[in-house]
């Protein structure tokens, strides 16, 4: 869905973007991670052909940025790190002017509106002016504006900074249900945590360049999850038992292991189920698959990126 | 609707806003009625009339313009500017919707001014010369809207390229350089027909004035005056709409501005009209007509190339790609590049009109044709150096201070090394065009672009290397 090739991105003093090549398969959450200044928001911008790379291609769909910029812009929503909205418009006219913009056709504008009001949670504020909502509740609005149209991709620059628990878990549950209609989504976040509930992929971007291998999975999908598990009696011989009944023993007491679990739930149930077949009395079996926050440190210590004196926008 | 237009008026034209308008202006006209109760009728008609055209000229040509440029600025400052550019609106729907959008409130106060104005006008001149002013006034508006947008677009382009956030200040370079082409036109139009008509005072609309000579048409000076108003405005709604193509994303080619400074031309030297008999020069008879077309003409594109200079960001990477044109990208010619080649050959044309004078008026003993060429050659060599200081500057590591470093660097050139070389003879030359030693500058301009064009290409380069980042 989203090709970037050689990308470079120049300001006028600096290099802000060296080089960087990634995909993105449709469909997928991808977590855009780095420090502050790495070049995430460059990269969004650009990818939302809404700045000029120096050099390099990005391709949406299949259109490149550059040869096709306004093909780009009518099928994604792009919501920048610092969004604005018209704080003299209530929700309905707010809505009702971003789906006339993004190409609704009048007749299906105001329906158009009240949908996307009602995906984001907004429906029974549409007479509300902007101005008068919480910053939760602006950050709904100003991401129903970028869905009005119905976009297959979606950029949202570090979408839950400045909100509260409860609208952080709202987004994270808007963000689940848009993956789950198959729009490809790209966030960019320098909080883990915040990405950890929706994200499939992950891209470490530090300096410019990217940092680890490229996209990589997220954790979600649990290729190489762990559990672990405590067994009710000592059992001196426990590693090797668990190693005889084909299972990677990663560490081991006499009571208790853990163990690399490939595959998701159902490998999980079969080695439980291994486990009590083999006479061990296990008492506590808790799967633990790996957080964002391990993948990012290890893809971090892979491959760390070059040094640099200072951080790009 | 048009959306944007939509937009504004919820936004900027609400009920209760335009109400009080109303009240405004009728209270106003309400206040001139009873102060003038009991005077002749012509005498209330002025005084309407006058008050009209004041609202006019307050809303439409102070409030409008101000309210046209702020249209971009403000949506940056809201932070609602990447919003529209991703919409789907094309940029003439956008360019539209936003200038008469953001500016309606304005056009109705100031049309409920001008309808008084020219009833008033009616009554008192007639319907004709009234019709004409509504005309001209609605275009001078039009106009002025129209440039203060562009220039606040030329604002915005600037700002981000130059990797800062825009502000009112930043639309001041493109307030500039539109003001210096207008300048420039009306001042290279009003030199042509004072030299050769016979005075500016024939370009004060609206009254009775000799008839303009255009070309070798004689026009009376209100139906020109406001015929040139209406190809103006429709010109300042042409670069507001291509600067509108940029802000999209999409690409603009050289076709429309080129348009734009040969109808310049085109205007200014149709009035560069001798109005004398061929003179006599050293007994010489003389028809000075071609060269003073092709001088007003020259004049109009040196300012083209010194506002396209300065109001095009300094965008390295157009460049590059420009220098580049088989690394497969769309070409974007520089703004620069056509204004300069119509300025050589509005050069080549003053050449070639005043080889075409008799000798006995061109050749004495002090100034002969070669001297000529070489002035007009050593004159372009100066502008090229003047291209590469500016190339220096606004692509200098700092490019926020560039236009003012270029602008400082160009009046130091021209003004100090006149100033040094003033009681040195012909070195004088060295620092400016000399007709008197043009030799002598055109090697010295020659030179002097040579070094600094050099300097400039070395900071195209551009950040290459460097592990810093913005």
């Given amino acids: 869905m989203i090709e970037v090739t050689d990308l470079i991105y120049d300001y006028p003093a600096a290099r802000a973007v060296h080089g960087i090549s990634f995909s993105v398969r449709p469909g997928a959450v991808l977590a855009m991670v780095g420090p502050n200044g790495a070049g995430k928001t460059t990269l969004l911008r650009c990818m939302a052909a809404l700045d000029t790379p120096t050099s390099g291609r990005i391709r949406i769909a299949?259109?490149?940025?550059?040869?096709?910029?306004?093909?780009?812009?009518?099928?994604?929503?792009?919501?920048?790190?610092?969004?604005?909205?018209?704080?003299?418009?209530?929700?309905?006219?707010?809505?009702?002017?971003?789906?006339?913009?993004?190409?609704?056709?009048?007749?299906?504008?105001?329906?158009?509106?009240?949908?996307?009001?009602?995906?984001?949670?907004?429906?029974?504020?549409?007479?509300?002016?902007?101005?008068?909502?919480?910053?939760?509740?602006?950050?709904?609005?100003?991401?129903?504006?970028?869905?009005?149209?119905?976009?297959?991709?979606?950029?949202?620059?570090?979408?839950?900074?400045?909100?509260?628990?409860?609208?952080?878990?709202?987004?994270?549950?808007?963000?689940?249900?848009?993956?789950?209609?198959?729009?490809?989504?790209?966030?960019?976040?320098?909080?883990?945590?915040?990405?950890?509930?929706?994200?499939?992929?992950?891209?470490?971007?530090?300096?410019?360049?990217?940092?680890?291998?490229?996209?990589?999975?997220?954790?979600?999908?649990?290729?190489?999850?762990?559990?672990?598990?405590?067994?009710?009696?000592?059992r001196p011989d426990l590693r090797e038992t668990v190693a005889r009944l084909g299972v990677t023993v990663e560490q081991a007491t006499d009571l208790t292991a853990t163990v690399a679990i490939p595959g998701g739930p159902d490998q999980e149930a079969a080695v439980l189920a291994q486990l009590i077949g083999a006479g061990l009395p296990v008492r506590s079996f808790a799967p633990a698959r790996r957080t964002l926050e391990q993948t990012y440190l290890e893809e971090a210590g892979r491959s760390p990126a070059t040094p640099s004196k200072g951080a790009a926008a | 609707m048009n959306p944007e237009l939509q937009r504004n008026l919820w936004l900027e034209a609400s009920p209760r806003r335009a109400a009080w308008a109303a009240v405004a202006v009728a209270g106003v006209y309400a206040a001139v009625y009873l102060a003038a109760d009991g005077s002749e009728p012509g005498e209330l008609g002025r005084a309407l009339g006058a008050v009209g055209a004041f609202i006019f000229f307050a809303s439409a040509l102070v409030w409008g313009v101000r309210l046209a440029g702020q249209s971009v600025a403000s949506e940056i400052g809201e932070r609602t500017w990447d919003f529209q550019r991703l919409s789907a609106l094309d940029p003439w729907s956008m360019t539209w919707g936003k200038l008469f959008g953001a500016t309606a409130l304005a056009w109705a106060v100031g049309l409920a001014g001008l309808v008084v104005s020219v009833l008033a006008y009616a009554f008192l001149a007639g319907p004709g010369p009234a019709l004409l002013f509504a005309v001209a006034a609605v275009a001078l508006a039009v106009l002025l809207q129209a440039s203060g947008f562009a220039a606040a677009l030329i604002g915005v382009r600037k700002a981000r390229a130059e990797g800062r956030l825009n502000t009112l200040r930043s639309a001041a370079g493109g307030v500039f350089s539109i003001l210096f082409v207008l300048f420039a036109i009306a001042v290279a139009s009003a030199m042509s027909r004072f030299f050769f008509v016979g005075g500016v005072t024939d370009f004060t609309p609206l009254q009775d004035a000799q008839p303009v000579r255009f070309w070798r048409a004689s026009v009376d000076p209100n139906l020109f005056t406001t015929l040139s108003l209406v190809a103006f405005a429709g010109w300042a709604l042409v670069a507001a709409w291509r600067l509108m193509r940029l802000e999209l994303q999409k690409q603009n080619g050289p076709l429309y501005w080129t348009a734009f400074l040969l109808f310049a031309a085109f205007w200014t030297a149709g009035q560069a009209n001798p109005d004398f008999d061929v003179a006599r020069v050293n007994g010489a008879e003389l028809d000075p007509t071609a060269l003073a077309r092709w001088g007003a003409a020259a004049a109009v594109f040196l300012a083209g190339v010194y506002a396209a200079a300065f109001a095009e960001p300094a965008d390295r990477v157009r460049l590059r790609r420009f220098a580049n044109p088989a690394?497969?990208?769309?070409?974007?010619?520089?703004?620069?590049?056509?204004?300069?080649?119509?300025?050589?050959?509005?050069?080549?044309?003053?050449?070639?009109?005043?080889?075409?004078?008799?000798?006995?008026?061109?050749?004495?003993?002090?100034?002969?044709?070669?001297?000529?060429?070489?002035?007009?050659?050593?004159?372009?060599?100066?502008?090229?150096?003047?291209?590469?200081?500016?190339?220096?500057?606004?692509?200098?590591?700092?490019?926020?201070?560039?236009?003012?470093?270029?602008?400082?660097?160009?009046?130091?050139?021209?003004?100090?090394?006149?100033?040094?070389?003033?009681?040195?003879?012909?070195?004088?030359?060295?620092?400016?065009?000399?007709?008197?030693?043009?030799?002598?500058?055109l090697v010295s301009a020659l030179v002097q672009a040579a070094l600094i064009g050099a300097l400039a290409l070395r900071r195209l380069r551009g950040p290459e290397g460097s592990v810093t980042a913005a």
């Fill in chain 1, 62 to 234: 299949g259109l490149d940025t550059q040869e096709d910029p306004r093909g780009v812009h009518a099928l994604l929503g792009y919501l920048p790190d610092f969004f604005g909205l018209y704080d003299e418009l209530s929700v309905r006219r707010s809505l009702i002017y971003a789906a006339r913009s993004r190409g609704v056709p009048a007749a299906r504008a105001g329906a158009a509106a009240e949908a996307a009001a009602r995906r984001v949670d907004l429906h029974d504020r549409l007479e509300t002016r902007a101005g008068e909502l919480s910053r939760g509740l602006r950050q709904r609005l100003a991401i129903a504006c970028t869905l009005v149209h119905g976009p297959r991709v979606l950029l949202l620059d570090e979408p839950a900074s400045g909100l509260d628990p409860e609208a952080r878990r709202a987004l994270s549950d808007l963000v689940t249900s848009l993956s789950g209609e198959g729009i490809t989504l790209v966030v960019s976040s320098h909080i883990l945590a915040e990405l950890e509930d929706y994200s499939t992929d992950m891209l470490m971007i530090r300096d410019g360049r990217i940092s680890g291998g490229g996209v990589v999975s997220a954790g979600l999908a649990a290729e190489t999850a762990h559990a672990h598990f405590v067994i009710a009696h000592p």
């Fill in chain 2, 327 to 441: 690394s497969g990208w769309t070409v974007q010619v520089p703004a620069v590049a056509p204004a300069l080649a119509l300025t050589v050959v509005a050069f080549l044309g003053v050449i070639v009109s005043v080889l075409g004078l008799p000798a006995a008026a061109v050749d004495d003993e002090d100034f002969g044709r070669l001297q000529i060429v070489l002035f007009a050659a050593a004159a372009l060599a100066f502008v090229l150096r003047d291209l590469a200081v500016i190339a220096f500057f606004r692509f200098g590591p700092r490019p926020k201070r560039g236009d003012f470093g270029a602008v400082l660097a160009l009046v130091l050139l021209y003004g100090l090394g006149a100033l040094i070389t003033s009681n040195l003879g012909d070195a004088v030359a060295l620092a400016l065009p000399s007709p008197e030693a043009p030799l002598i500058s």
